[in-house]
């Protein structure tokens, strides 16, 4: 059976990867199952894919622990414990261009590792959902099993929902990624056998009540929000130019919907990186055009705005 | 009236009273306009929380907010807000508590509350003189489940129960003036993208005393198909094409605090969400959007 675990952000398309690479196994002739998990956030914070694809009735159930193969939609997502599980066998795919072997000396990553060959290496500038359909397609020449058609319908027919301008960009995305890995063409071997297979179903277990303060717990403290760091979410980073600003920051303060850049009258206001999740709102409405985004590549290191 | 009124942008606000970190969006056009109404208000209150996206901003431990928080089914959020403001009158009678120690109960919801399963509970409490601030975030849909249909989704939007070529048959349902009918204390509509009109009106509200609703359009970057950069944008082009009127009721009577003129056609506003794209590709529907245009050309011919 393969297990193939993909991670990514919210909003970009990693749900329809899965679903694509699933669709496409499926044409293919495999038992398959695909499963989002998000958390409790929205859209713009790390989440994760799973497929599973067997040659009969798949029993195992849940999150991913064993992967034969990891795709991760951006280098900045190698922060978070993407590597779990991975073994010498295991494959990860980053959807970036550092050099593999680099890449795998600097993360000391078990398995083996592909990025995206020198020649290929302008499609890790893709950006948004359409960063889906590239990993997607990256992912099903990895596996080998899946024919370059397969691969185009099953894009259309998944992203056909988003309108016909991004299934037509998607396939095109889908079919690069296919066709820039061709090297590594059938790299992915199948992990073990689906160890429930032929199980009786468990007896029932039963869950003991917690108590209503464990159940329903109060918090004293305020605006404890702050220690999350949704700074994690940003795929873009919006930079202000203090030469262009003109220190009109309650535009910018009031307009960014989470209260992440700050200001004291007069002076050039400062973005608050733990939490700013990069939705650049402040970029277009920022009067004099001080605020850039840039690409969030750099993972989060101590010295690295988050 | 004599209450105090910010004259300028730069009078707003500086410092936040919701804090960073929450499970919201990035980009989510209710969480800017919930900022920026708490700014106002400042961090005296309790906020009375229907289910819908905004019940995940506190998420145990975590909260964003500096007052209290509590969370109710969709239906019940204003009933909610009258047992917190029962127990501080209460406190307050027995001497628990003094004036300087009052909250204001801040009834937070979506539109599937609002316009739906929570309209009953606001009709008594309006009925019955509440003294609460009521604040819809209006994102038109059951944004928390997928972004369903619901009262105050509008017409011809698609949405995944309204999938078909012409989206949602319905009319969106008018609150703001079903709240009118009820004869508040006070009611408005705002919103994030126009901050200075939202936070006079928050200010008018925050000066009274009785039932005081708030409704907000929210654009919602998920549940519309629009890239989140382009929120504020769209929020506007709301406002100008006539689509989201912004208007108070005070004392008796409906004003509106800013008449688009010129208006701009709806399309402008139409063509930049996902959630319409079917009215432009693959063929344009003139029919519809000349629909929708219409009933826009119609109300206003009705603002006097
Ligand atoms: C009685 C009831 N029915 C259904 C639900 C499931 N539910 C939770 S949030 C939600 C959507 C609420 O929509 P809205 O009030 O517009 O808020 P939004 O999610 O858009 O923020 C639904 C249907 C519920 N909590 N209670
Ligand atoms: S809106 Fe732009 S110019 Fe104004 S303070 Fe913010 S960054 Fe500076
Ligand atoms: S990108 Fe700008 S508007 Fe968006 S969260 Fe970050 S600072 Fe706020
Ligand atoms: S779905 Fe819409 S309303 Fe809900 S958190 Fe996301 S952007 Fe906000
Ligand atoms: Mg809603």
């Not at chain 1, 599973?52 to 999150?63: K, L, N, P, Q, T």
């Not at chain 2, 909250?103 to 003294?131: C, F, K, N, P, W």
């Amino acid at each position: 059976m393969y297990r193939i675990r993909f991670h990514g952000r919210g909003g970009q398309g990693i749900r329809t990867a899965a679903s694509v690479l699933g669709s496409a196994l499926f044409a293919s002739g495999r038992e398959v199952q695909d499963a989002p998990r998000y958390g409790a956030e929205r859209r713009g914070a790390p989440m994760s894919a799973h497929v599973r694809a067997g040659r009969s009735v798949i029993v195992e159930r849940g999150a991913i622990a064993q992967p034969d193969l990891v795709v991760v939609a951006d280098p900045t997502l190698l922060a978070g414990g993407v590597l779990q599980g991975l073994s010498a066998q295991s494959v990860l795919f980053l959807n970036g261009s550092e050099p593999a072997d680099e890449l795998r000396t600097r993360l000391a990553c078990p398995g083996r590792v592909v990025t995206w060959p020198g020649a290929a290496r302008e499609l890790e500038e893709t950006t948004g959902v359409a960063i889906g359909a590239l990993c997607a397609g990256g992912a099903a020449r990895l596996l080998g099993v899946i024919s370059r058609t397969t691969l185009e319908q099953a894009l259309l027919a998944e992203i056909a929902g988003h309108g016909s301008g991004a299934a037509e960009a998607g396939r095109a995305l889908g079919l690069a990624g296919f066709d820039a890995l061709a090297d590594s063409a059938g790299m992915v071997g199948e992990g073990v056998d689906d160890p429930g297979a032929g199980d009786a179903p468990p007896d029932w277990v039963r869950l003991a009540l917690d108590d209503a303060s464990l159940a329903a717990p109060d918090v004293f403290r305020e605006a404890t929000s702050e220690l999350v760091q949704t700074g994690l979410w940003r795929t873009s980073r919006p930079v202000i130019d203090a030469a262009l600003c003109s220190r009109c920051s309650w535009v910018c303060t009031t307009l960014c919907p989470d209260s992440a850049i700050h200001a004291k009258a007069g002076e050039v206001p400062q973005i608050d990186y733990e939490h700013c999740k990069g939705c650049l709102v402040c970029v277009l409405a920022c009067p004099p055009h001080a605020i850039r985004a840039l690409p969030e590549r750099q993972p989060a290191t101590a010295g690295n705005p988050r | 009236m004599s209450e105090a009124r910010y004259r300028s942008l730069r009078e707003l606000p500086g410092v936040h009273a919701l804090a960073a970190g929450t499970a919201m969006c990035a980009g989510c056009g209710g969480l800017e306009a919930l900022h920026e109404v708490l700014d106002v208000l400042g961090t005296r209150t309790v906020v009375i929380n229907a289910a819908g996206c905004m019940t995940l901003l506190a998420s145990y431990p975590f909260t964003p907010f500096h007052g209290s928080w509590l969370y109710t089914s969709m239906a019940s959020a204003p009933a909610g807000a009258q047992g917190v403001r029962d127990a501080l009158d209460l406190l307050r009678s027995r001497g628990r508590i003094g004036a300087d120690d009052d909250l204001t109960a801040v009834v937070l919801s979506g539109d599937g509350s609002a316009y739906g399963m929570g309209l009953s509970a606001t009709s008594a409490a309006i009925e019955r003189g509440l003294d609460f601030i009521y604040l819809c975030y209006d994102n038109e849909g059951y944004g928390n489940t997928g972004q369903q249909t619901s009262a105050a989704t509008p017409h011809g939007a698609r949405t995944p129960t309204s999938p078909g070529p012409a989206g949602h048959a319905g009319e969106k349902k008018d609150l703001f003036d079903v709240w009118v009918a009820h004869r508040p204390r006070y009611a408005a509509t705002v919103i994030g993208a126009e901050p200075l009109d939202l936070a006079r009106k928050v200010q008018r509200a925050a000066s009274l005393a009785g039932p005081r609703l708030i409704l907000a359009l929210a654009p919602c970057p998920t549940g519309w198909d629009y890239d989140p950069m382009h929120g504020v944008d769209i929020g506007r082009l709301a406002v100008r094409t006539g689509i989201w009127p912004l208007k108070e009721y005070v004392d008796g009577a409906v004003v509106h605090t800013h008449v688009p003129h010129p208006r701009l056609p709806v399309e402008a506003y139409l063509s930049t969400q996902g959630r319409f794209r079917h009215l432009f590709e693959p063929l344009r529907n003139d029919a519809l959007i000349g629909e929708i245009q219409q009933r826009v050309d119609r109300y206003w011919q009705n603002v006097g």
